[in-house]
């Protein structure tokens, strides 16, 4: 590894600084980023997208650096600065109303400036890759708002932070689905992938719910392993939705406990093919689920 004088000292002198695994994996990830840019094509140029969150006292934190390694390993190009959204932090009121009504405009606004540039230097449209970590609903609205893309790619972080994918020849999980019993009252769709969610909860928010539920055996949250298990999320859940659209004009009351790429894919499969309102909610104080923000047709 070619180093100026200076730094060759110092990371020869300080093992403990410097350890020869910390040297191996910049080193490779430098081999790999020279690999991929000797190679891209315009096909590959792409743009990069970081959603980030303030809710809570929870730290969320994606670098740049992290995403552009991630993209790489699945050849594409950066051609502009990775950009990062931050989603604004709850007042001295909380997530109340208010507070969900100034995000939804956000990441309306955010979007709708970013993504009119996303275009390469030669005009064409650029692939768009994208990582978040937000709240749920908050990410559901990040995918409406971006829309059903042809050319996106999430990425997925990690319990241990890194976004490349944990097992890129693992099997998708079996999907799950108990539609809502006969009768009045209002509709609720579970989606409960990554923690179980209990009907006794969903009841205390919305009583009487007659409560559809599409999830998996067994819930996890490293659930998506690679890009597979997206693909197979989609095409599992679209039928489900269109029934459930199909069977009541009212809006569908909507409780998840997803990952956060599976969040931005649900709201992207919103964005088109399902202009039914839906009711997101979140978990809030006492651990309560509380409506949060609605979703109508895409702006």
Not at 56 to 71: C, G, H, K, T, Y
Not at 232 to 240: D, G, L, M, V
Not at 244 to 273: K, M, N, R, W, Y
Request: with cysteine; proline share 6%.
């Amino acid at each position: 590894m070619l180093l100026c004088p200076s730094c060759h000292t110092r990371t020869d002198t300080d093992a403990d600084g410097y350890p020869a695994a910390d040297l191996s994996r910049h080193h490779h990830d430098h081999i790999e980023q020279i690999r991929h840019a000797a190679k891209r094509g315009e096909t590959k140029r792409a743009m990069g997208l970081i959603v980030l969150s303030q809710h809570f006292a929870s730290e969320n934190l994606i670098r740049r650096e992290d995403l552009l390694q991630a993209m790489l390993s699945e050849g594409l190009w950066a051609e502009k600065k990775v950009q990062i959204l931050t989603l604004r932090a709850p007042g001295s009121a909380g997530r109340d109303e208010l507070y969900w009504q100034a995000v939804e405009r956000d990441i309306d606004d955010e979007l709708r400036d970013r993504l009119t540039t996303s275009t390469s230097s030669q005009g064409d449209p650029l692939n768009l890759a994208v990582v978040g970590v937000a709240d749920m609903p908050a990410l559901i609205r990040i995918g409406r708002q971006l829309g059903d893309r042809a050319n996106r790619h999430l990425f997925s972080r990690d319990r241990s932070g890194t976004l490349r994918w944990t097992d890129s020849d693992a099997a998708p999980p079996e999907w799950t689905y108990v539609p809502p019993p006969d009768g009045e009252g209002p509709l609720a769709l579970v989606i409960d992938l990554s923690a179980h969610v209990r009907d006794a909860d969903i009841q205390a928010s919305l009583p009487s719910a007659r409560i559809a539920r599409f999830s998996t055996p067994t819930p996890d949250y490293g659930l998506v392993r690679n890009r597979g298990v997206l693909d197979t999320f989609r095409r599992a859940i679209q039928p489900r939705l269109s029934q459930l659209e199909a069977s009541t004009s009212d809006v569908i009351h909507l409780f998840v406990a997803i990952p956060a790429a599976i969040a931005i894919e649900f709201g992207a499969l919103l964005s088109t093919q399902h202009a039914h309102r839906y009711l997101v909610y979140d978990r809030g104080e006492q651990n309560k689920f509380f409506p949060t923000m609605h979703l109508g047709p895409r702006r």
